[in-house]
């Protein structure tokens, strides 16, 4: 079974804090992906990777970072946490095969940045 | 602007009775689409999904339709349970960008006993 973890389910912050948010699967998964999930609007990707060191922007990379040392470890990064990114985000992992490949998710992190 | 839309945000059924879930895309280049079940403080899971060279396909009492031409898919739950309450996420990809999913906006799902 493939388990993908999240560090906190919920944090609070302040604005203008650094947050890091960190995710691990234990599948040797090649795929990794940061999401936020935000009403009406569905699941919008942030950034992924596909192998250690790499990251690809996804649709909304605008004030976050990302960062993948180990294969299975995979961390989002708000350099200076503003309001509107009070959001939950979600981590999910897949395949690095051709084709399509299911992603699993982790439980998600509920952020609230005062 | 969204290229995968789920145009209905709730959908209430009796137990028993048939759930239809719908969404419509509009990139012609997505190929493949996938169904995802959100449970509150659970991570979506995956339920079903389809390849553009079908139109059906099935799975015990979920079945998934697929009208390219219209490009729109709906997911049917026959017969409906009070535990397949739930957010469902339509999501739609390309087999060539096999690794991306573009995800509707998701319908929350009540099933009253």
């Known amino acids: 079974d493939v388990k993908v973890t999240q560090s906190s389910r919920y944090l609070v912050k302040r604005t203008g804090e650094k947050v890091f948010l960190e995710c691990v699967q234990d599948m040797d998964h090649e795929n990794m992906f940061w999401y936020r999930q935000d009403p009406g609007l569905g699941l919008r990707l942030i950034y992924f990777s596909y192998d250690v060191k790499m990251k690809e922007k996804g649709d909304i990379p605008e004030g976050y970072s990302v960062s993948r040392e180990k294969k299975e470890r995979f961390s989002l990064i708000l350099e200076s946490a503003s309001t509107n990114q009070t959001s939950m985000y979600l981590c999910a992992s897949s395949l690095g095969a051709s084709g399509i490949n299911e992603q699993f998710f982790g439980p998600g992190t509920r952020l609230t940045v005062l | 602007d969204q290229q995968v839309k789920q145009n209905s945000p709730s959908l209430s059924v009796q137990e028993g009775r048939i759930s239809i879930l719908n969404c419509d895309y509009t990139?012609?280049?997505?190929?493949?689409f996938l169904w995802y079940k959100k449970y509150p403080a659970e991570g979506p899971t995956f339920l079903i999904s389809?390849?553009?060279?079908?139109d059906k396909n099935e799975d015990g009492r979920f079945t998934v339709f697929l009208n390219k031409s219209a490009k729109h898919l709906s997911l049917h739950i026959v017969p409906s349970q009070p535990g397949d309450s739930a957010v469902y996420f339509c999501a739609a990809s390309r087999t060539d960008a096999g690794n991306m999913l573009t995800f509707g906006g998701g319908t929350r799902l009540m099933v009253k006993p």
């Open positions: 990139n012609s280049m997505f190929d493949y």
């Open positions: 389809i390849s553009s060279i079908k």
